[in-house]
């Protein structure tokens, strides 16, 4: 449809992967060398700016794979909310899938485990098969990442330098995927379509009932109850330094918007003596 195209069109725009003849810029044509959703490629390139690309690699694949969280069958939800929590980071999804897919790998490789990963998957109410599919298209990332030289940083996963760089390399790519909870209760409202979400159950705020204000997120789905799923936390503040004015200039009006534009008007100075130095 024309006003599907159209807003595909825009949303590249944000991104910078067109120029100003609506052409792939060059940014955009290294962005389309990735088989990966624009938003996504977007935040794997800002992770070589962040320093973070060991971790952003291991993210790409997993929200690109099919969920690695098993449907827990009737009478054992509590048991696999259970194992899961052993995975989960209180940052949120993106990281938690980390932990998981590192879990996975360090299961692999165990000696204790020879052959028996599956054995391990389904004592984890985990999908062997998501897993190992997250497992090669990670490899294939980083065999594009090589062929186009970009710098593949050194993992420093748990560092609180590194808990920060993921999160503005993700928010690089998914400022169009933010949502705040306006009642305390868990009922998140996009900032673009103002639509009103919850968090998705498999989310590792789902288990510990913590439900924060501002969050990422990888997806909202309709046919899930109106639910977002791969959610993390960000601060308002966080996000005012990385969207694009452009961008949100067009949000519509909203309470949260004006929130965050208080937000940027006191950033303001901040960011002009910042440029001086520069």
Same mark, same amino acid.
Request: net charge negative; glycine share 4%; proline share 6%.
């Given at each position: 449809?024309?006003?599907?195209?159209?807003?595909?069109?825009?949303?590249?725009?944000?991104?910078? !992967?067109?120029?100003?003849?609506?052409?792939?810029?060059?940014?955009?044509?290294?962005?389309?060398?990735?088989? =990966?959703?624009?938003?996504?490629?977007?935040?794997?390139?800002? +992770?070589?700016?962040?320093?973070?690309?060991?971790?952003?690699?291991?993210? !790409?694949?997993?929200?690109?794979?099919?969920?690695?969280? =098993?449907?827990?069958?009737?009478?054992?939800?509590?048991?696999?909310?259970?194992?899961?929590?052993?995975?989960?980071?209180?940052?949120?999804?993106?990281?938690?899938?980390?932990?998981?897919? $590192?879990?996975?790998?360090?299961?692999?490789?165990?000696?204790?485990?020879?052959? $028996?990963?599956?054995?391990?998957?389904?004592?984890?109410?985990?999908?062997? +098969?998501?897993? #190992?599919?997250?497992?090669?298209?990670?490899?294939?990332?980083?065999?594009?990442?090589?062929?186009?030289?970009?710098?593949?940083?050194?993992?420093?996963?748990?560092?609180?330098? $590194?808990?920060? @760089?993921?999160?503005? !390399?993700?928010?690089?790519?998914?400022?169009?995927?933010? !949502?705040?909870?306006? /009642?305390?209760?868990?009922?998140?409202?996009?900032?673009?379509?103002?639509?009103?979400?919850?968090?998705?159950?498999? @989310?590792?705020?789902?288990?510990?009932?913590?439900?924060?204000?501002?969050?990422?997120?990888?997806?909202?789905?309709? +046919?899930?109850?109106?639910?977002?799923?791969?959610?993390?936390?960000?601060?308002?503040?966080?996000?005012?330094?990385?969207?694009?004015?452009?961008?949100?200039?067009?949000?519509?009006?909203?309470? @949260?918007? /004006?929130?965050?534009?208080?937000?940027?008007?006191? =950033?303001?100075?901040? #960011?002009?003596?910042?440029?001086?130095?520069?």
């Amino acid at each position: 449809a024309p006003e599907s195209m159209m807003q595909a069109l825009e949303d590249l725009d944000y991104l910078a !992967a067109l120029d100003n003849d609506g052409n792939l810029s060059e940014f955009g044509i290294i962005m389309s060398e990735f088989p =990966l959703d624009p938003q996504l490629s977007k935040s794997l390139l800002a +992770s070589c700016e962040f320093e973070c690309v060991d971790e952003m690699l291991t993210i !790409a694949a997993m929200v690109t794979a099919p969920s690695c969280f =098993l449907h827990a069958p009737p009478g054992t939800e509590e048991i696999a909310r259970s194992r899961w929590h052993r995975f989960s980071h209180p940052a949120g999804d993106h990281l938690t899938l980390i932990n998981v897919f $590192n879990a996975f790998k360090a299961a692999t490789a165990s000696p204790t485990h020879p052959g $028996n990963t599956e054995e391990w998957c389904l004592d984890n109410f985990l999908s062997c +098969s998501a897993l #190992s599919m997250a497992e090669m298209i990670r490899a294939e990332l980083v065999e594009i990442m090589r062929r186009i030289e970009l710098p593949i940083s050194e993992p420093d996963f748990g560092s609180e330098e $590194n808990l920060l @760089s993921i999160k503005k !390399a993700l928010l690089s790519g998914y400022f169009m995927h933010i !949502a705040r909870d306006v /009642d305390g209760s868990g009922n998140y409202l996009m900032l673009t379509h103002k639509q009103v979400a919850q968090l998705h159950p498999f @989310s590792s705020y789902f288990s510990t009932r913590r439900i924060p204000e501002w969050v990422l997120f990888h997806e909202f789905t309709i +046919s899930e109850g109106n639910s977002i799923r791969v959610v993390s936390e960000i601060s308002p503040h966080l996000f005012a330094e990385l969207v694009p004015q452009y961008y949100f200039s067009n949000l519509p009006p909203s309470e @949260s918007k /004006d929130i965050l534009q208080e937000v940027i008007n006191h =950033l303001a100075p901040v #960011s002009a003596t910042k440029e001086e130095q520069k």
